[in-house]
């Protein structure tokens, strides 16, 4: 089992920056593939970016150049780094890890969302 604990969030002025951060817990094997998701209300949960165990990254086309998905394999930590946030980044921020249990067996795991918040 892996839990997966986010940050807090908060709110941000438009243009402001903010670094989410989220700790992979519990009892695997190894952590895979980890990704940010977001549901704003109103809409589906759409994938923001996600990063392999080896580093290799994919963001979604309205983010590039101002977010930017890291992670630190020894902490088991995906991070977040968002920058000149627009009103429409708002939304709750998931994060998303696929976790190797001792039986080699994958399975895909959310945190809890945390609430990020663009407004003057």
């Known amino acids: 089992q892996v839990q997966l604990v986010e940050s807090e969030g908060g709110l941000v002025q438009p243009g402001g920056s903010l670094r989410l951060s989220c700790v992979a817990s519990?009892?695997?094997?190894?952590?895979?593939?980890m990704g940010w998701y977001r549901q704003a209300p109103g809409k589906q949960r759409e994938l923001v970016a996600t990063?392999?165990?080896?580093?290799?990254?994919n963001h979604r086309d309205s983010v590039k150049g101002r977010f930017t998905i890291s992670r630190d394999n020894a902490k088991n930590t995906v991070y977040l780094g968002m920058n000149s946030l627009k009103s429409e980044d708002t939304a709750v921020y998931f994060c998303?890890?696929?976790?190797?249990?001792?039986?080699?067996?994958?399975?895909?795991?959310w945190g809890q969302g945390t609430q990020v918040t663009v407004s003057s």
């Open positions: 998303n890890a696929n976790g190797r249990d001792y039986d080699n067996i994958v399975k895909n795991y």
């Open positions: 519990g009892s695997f094997f190894s952590i895979g593939l």
């Open positions: 990063i392999t165990s080896g580093g290799s990254t």
